[in-house]
């Protein structure tokens, strides 16, 4: 993948130097519009412009745009941005994305994008700097490690944001998106890489090398450790594998001055799920099943980001990294195990592995380090796919202000989230008949009742789970988010610490 370099200038009258020049426009502005960006597009093609545009049929609709040819290679691209009342920051994620997908169909190296403020009076210009170069630098992701004919793809090299006012909080937020986007795409490479290279010990490498270069203090308990600690259910999922499960902790704290008030992430890291001996059949996305360690990958990637933008708070990333695999050392179903936290469990269904080793995560978190909340994050059931599709993750929580301070920061990245229930009738269901808990539950609700299942394991921290099976993965690239892995979550968490950085 190669992304192009972005860069900030003044917006006057010499930015059509470029090979392109990319304007954004609201639904049925074109008119008025126009006069604005004179400044950028020059008298002459002001005027042309209005009337191009509306002989072509251009009236600035989200997802519309419009080539006008102007002198020699030079052109200038009118990209819609949608109408005015429906305008969102990440309707410029999506435009700034678009405009590069064009101008590389078009083998244009050089643009400059105009992102003057006045484009909407309640945006201010840094934070459409910041949305602009995440844009493009997400939307420039592609995962060819593997792809062997790459001189065909054309990659634009430099892009130049105008804006009116070059100053330090418009340098700052390019800054910060720039840190965004190479921790959201090495997610992405991360998620999308094969499972015998990212599995439960390279896991571990690779989290050494984020404890060095960002400076998290690091513990690690791998393999029969695991056991003689009592973690029996990460044990238990991954002991059929070649790699030793492990569970990988990170501690960032950014907050010195409140060690104790910590926030613990907690993501499952399961890095192949073969569905074990409840084996997944063809069509239950098996062949994805090397990106259901996005959860892990996510936490990893949010410490990380939160320590490159050095957010005052505290987190402790946990990773229970193990993989799923069949073979003749491989739990079987209806086999009793016991939790960290002393409860049994019959894993009823060997597939529904991903709440086992979460379980034994948050019960050991919770004694050992006593965080004021836990967020945990996890391709946890296909059955939030069949409810949202992928386009929301699953929010189930028992506690308001985290639920309220998650849907904010969702509306601010756009990673989408929506609340399901969690009550007691779906808490009574995993109740086991030959032990305490049982980690499926016939019925349908599957996404909740896993839930309900890891809410035994909290010890009562105020608590949040989100089920990111659908969005993490994704069929086909949509917008800036490309196929296969995304590395949703990590823009998210980090906002939500950013704004709620005590608990
Ligand atoms: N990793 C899967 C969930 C999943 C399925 C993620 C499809 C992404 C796409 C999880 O471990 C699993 O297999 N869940 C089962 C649970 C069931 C056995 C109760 C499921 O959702 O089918
Ligand atoms: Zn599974
Ligand atoms: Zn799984």
Redesign the pocket.
């Given at each position: 993948m190669k992304a192009p370099k972005i860069s900030l200038r003044k917006l006057d009258e010499s930015v059509h130097d470029r090979d392109a020049l990319i304007l954004f426009c609201f639904k049925g502005e074109v008119g008025k519009f126009i006069p604005v960006v004179k400044k950028a597009v020059g008298k002459d093609i002001a005027e042309k412009l209005t009337d191009f545009a509306a002989a072509r049929g251009f009236k600035g609709g989200a997802g519309q745009s419009l080539y006008y040819p102007t002198k020699d290679k030079h052109i200038t691209l009118l990209v819609g941005l949608g109408s005015r009342k429906s305008f969102k920051i990440d309707i410029v994620r999506r435009a700034t994305a678009h405009s590069l997908k064009l101008i590389e169909k078009l083998r244009i190296s050089k643009a400059v994008a105009v992102l003057a403020g006045r484009y909407t009076s309640a945006i201010k210009e840094s934070d459409l700097v910041g949305a602009a170069a995440e844009g493009y630098l997400l939307g420039a992701y592609e995962f060819d490690k593997y792809k062997t004919k790459l001189k065909d793809k054309f990659s634009a090299s430099d892009v130049e944001l105008a804006i009116e006012r070059v100053n330090k909080g418009a340098e700052l937020a390019l800054t910060e998106a720039e840190h965004v986007a190479e921790i959201v795409n090495s997610t992405r490479d991360m998620q999308n890489d094969n499972a015998d290279d990212v599995n439960p010990e390279t896991f571990v490498n690779q989290a050494e090398i984020a404890a060095k270069e960002d400076k998290l203090k690091m513990t690690v308990i791998g393999g029969d450790q695991l056991k003689t600690k009592g973690l029996r259910l990460i044990h238990a999922v991954g002991r059929a594998s070649k790699w030793k499960p492990q569970l990988i902790m990170l501690e960032y704290y950014g907050d010195k001055s409140r060690k104790n008030n910590l926030t613990a992430l907690v993501g499952k890291g399961?890095t192949f799920?073969t569905?074990g001996v409840n084996l997944k059949p063809a069509d239950?996305?098996i062949e994805?099943?090397h990106l259901?360690m996005s959860g892990a990958a996510t936490v990893l990637h949010a410490i990380k980001l939160a320590s490159r933008l050095k957010l005052k708070t505290n987190i402790l990333a946990v990773m229970p990294v193990a993989e799923n695999a069949i073979g003749g050392n491989a739990i079987k179903p209806g086999s009793v195990v016991k939790a960290y936290n002393g409860k049994s469990v019959e894993i009823a269904?060997t597939?529904?592995?991903?709440r086992l080793i979460l379980a034994d995560a948050l019960a050991y978190v919770a004694d050992k380090y006593k965080p004021t909340r836990i967020i945990d994050i996890a391709?946890?059931?296909?059955?939030i796919?069949a409810a949202l599709s992928f386009f929301y993750a699953g929010l189930i929580t028992n506690n308001e202000k985290i639920s309220k301070g998650l849907l904010d920061a969702s509306e601010v990245t756009s990673e989408k989230i929506w609340r399901m229930p969690l009550d007691n009738d779906f808490r009574q269901t995993m109740r086991g008949t030959k032990s305490d808990l049982t980690n499926?539950s016939k019925g349908g609700g599957?996404s909740t009742k896993a839930a309900a299942f890891l809410e035994n394991f909290t010890a009562k921290i105020p608590w949040a789970h989100l089920d990111i099976?659908g969005t993490s993965?994704l069929p086909k690239p949509s917008g800036y988010q490309p196929q296969g892995g995304t590395g949703f979550g990590v823009r998210l968490l980090v906002e939500y610490l950013r704004k709620n950085p005590r608990f």
């Open positions: 399961v799920d569905g239950s996305m994805q099943m259901d269904n597939d529904a592995e991903g391709t946890l059931t296909g059955s796919i499926i599957d099976a993965m």
